[in-house]
Nanobody, 124 residues
Framework: QLQVVESGGGLVQPGESLRLSCAASGFTVDDYSIGWFRQAPGKEREGVSCVSRSGSSSNYKDAIKGRFTISRDSAKNTVYLQMASLRPEDTAVYYC?????????????????WGQGTQVTVSS
């Protein structure tokens, strides 16, 4: 059974950084595409970033480019989302999800297994 557990969220001030972790069990992260999504109150879930089976990464929001970086640690079987220069509009519940496809996607329907999410709040 594929399982992922997110951690690392919290309350930070604008301009600060956070690193989210997506710990995998029941599978190897190298064998799947892993995506990060977020959902703000009253808004739809949106794709943020993804690392494919081949190791290539994609960012799907212009607003995060240059600030968010996705990475994969095979030894720890974990995918990270490093977030810098956080803004109030980054406030959301962040989810990681697993897709069996070779390529990444920004669309949630391509992802089968989801974590419970971790709350990120950016506020002064």
């Amino acid at each position: 059974q594929l399982q992922v557990v997110e951690s690392g969220g919290g309350l930070v001030q604008p301009g600060e950084s956070l690193r989210l972790s997506c710990a995998a069990s029941g599978f190897t992260v190298d064998d799947y595409s892993i995506g990060w999504f977020r959902q703000a109150p009253g808004k739809e879930r949106e794709g943020v970033s993804c690392v494919s089976r081949s190791g290539s990464s994609s960012n799907y929001k212009d607003a995060i480019k240059g600030r968010f970086t996705i990475s994969r640690d095979s030894a720890k079987n974990t995918v990270y989302l490093q977030m810098a220069s956080l803004r109030p509009e980054d406030t959301a519940v962040y989810y990681c999800a697993v897709a069996p496809s070779l390529r990444c996607s920004r669309y949630a329907l391509f992802f089968d297994s989801w974590g419970q999410g971790t709350q990120v709040t950016v506020s002064s």
